[in-house]
Structure formats: C-alpha cells, structure tokens
C-alpha cells in the first residue's frame, strides 16, 4: 500500500531526510558506467542517520547497491534496528529497491518505511517494507533469533 504521508517524522525532519538522501545521491555515488546515481539515507532506532550510495565495478557483478551499501555501514557500526530509510535516484518518478535490496533490509528492519524519492525530491512515496516484499523469508524462519537491537 502506498502512502503519502511522513507521519513518523516532523516537517523539518523529513525536509532533512530529504536533503540528506538527494545529496548522498549527487555527491556519493561511483557510478561510471551507468551514470545512473542513487543515494540512500537509513536512521536507526537509536536515531543516528547513516548515508551511503551506490558504488560500480567494471566486474558489473561486484558493484553494490545504495541501501545495501548505507545498511552495511550501519551493521559495522554496531546498529542493526532500522527506523526508516530512504532512497533516490536520478529519475523523474520515485525509485523502489531492486529485489536484493529488499531481502537485505527485511533483515535489519521487517517493518520499516521506505520513502522513494525522485531526482529533485519534489515527488515520493511511503511504503512498508512488507509492502515491497510480502511473505518475507528472515532469520525467523531458520529458527535464528533477528539481531536486532
């Protein structure tokens, strides 16, 4: 279900994440050979923001995606409890994760929002995680504790 709200956030907050997810979009990312930019923004349940981006490989394959970059950062920073986070890219429409990175967050955050961004951030949309990934597969169901904290 798609929502276009920002409930969990205040006005100043979300004009922040916003900021914060097109600049990690136009300032971070190594894209070479796509030229396609994303820019990804997660903030804990502790409520730190980490921000990441895409970055390429001439081996395609070894390139890695924003979210999974920025949520690696977090998790080696000792965070592993997603609040929220955000993605853009540089498209005219908001951008959804790609399927791997949808897999990636269910482990750190099974009911976080995602907000998607456009380029210019004038357009988004809220989703559920659950959303963009029902019927999930997590540590749950290899009878594994999540390490969320």
């Known amino acids: 279900m798609i929502h276009n709200d920002h409930e969990e956030l205040s006005n100043e907050e979300f004009q922040s994440l916003r900021e914060s997810c097109l600049k990690a979009a136009r300032n971070s990312a190594y894209c070479p050979y796509s030229k396609f930019r994303v820019g990804c923004v997660l903030e804990t349940s502790t409520g730190k923001r980490f921000t990441g981006a895409n970055v390429e490989n001439a081996s395609y394959g070894a390139g890695i995606c924003a979210e ?26 908001p951008i959804s ?12 955050g099974p009911n976080v929002p995602v907000f998607m ?28 504790e999540p390490a969320l904290q």
């Open 117 to 144: 961004f456009n380029s210019d951030g004038s357009k988004f949309i809220k989703v559920f995680l659950q959303d963009l990934l029902p019927l999930s597969f997590g540590p749950e169901n290899l009878g594994i």
């Open 97 to 108: 994760p790609c399927g791997i990175c949808r897999q990636f967050i269910r482990e750190f």
């Open 68 to 93: 999974r970059a920025t949520i690696t950062k977090a998790v080696t920073e000792g965070h592993k409890k997603l609040k929220l986070i955000a993605i853009s890219g540089d498209s005219e429409e």
